[in-house]
């Protein structure tokens, strides 16, 4: 497993998951765990940003909002959690 490690704006959307919605924070949790696992396979739609974005990768939470992160010295830096491509 590969540590996981949250930018300052992702741990802002986190918080904002655990004091809004408990269901989709759950989700998150096993997208997370999933990610430490197999970075690049698995639930959530994995797939590579492109252009602005490259080196980048992005899973599905719901159809609003996507989990933005980068694979870097074999970690897992989580960039967003809420909205769509923000880094």
Do not use: C
Not at 21 to 32: A, F, M, N, Q
Not at 33 to 61: D, H, V
Request: proline letters at 5%; glycine letters at 6%; zero cysteines.
């Amino acid at each position: 497993m590969f540590e996981i490690h949250f930018m300052p704006n992702a741990w802002k959307d986190l918080g904002w998951w655990v004091q809004n919605d408990l269901k989709t924070l759950k989700k998150i949790h096993s997208i997370l765990e999933n990610i430490s696992k197999t970075p690049f396979l698995g639930i959530g739609q994995p797939e590579p940003l492109k252009a602005n974005y490259s080196g980048y990768w992005s899973r599905r939470i719901n159809k609003e909002h996507r989990i933005i992160y980068k694979f870097e010295n074999k970690r897992i830096i989580v960039h967003s959690l809420y909205g769509h491509y923000q880094v």
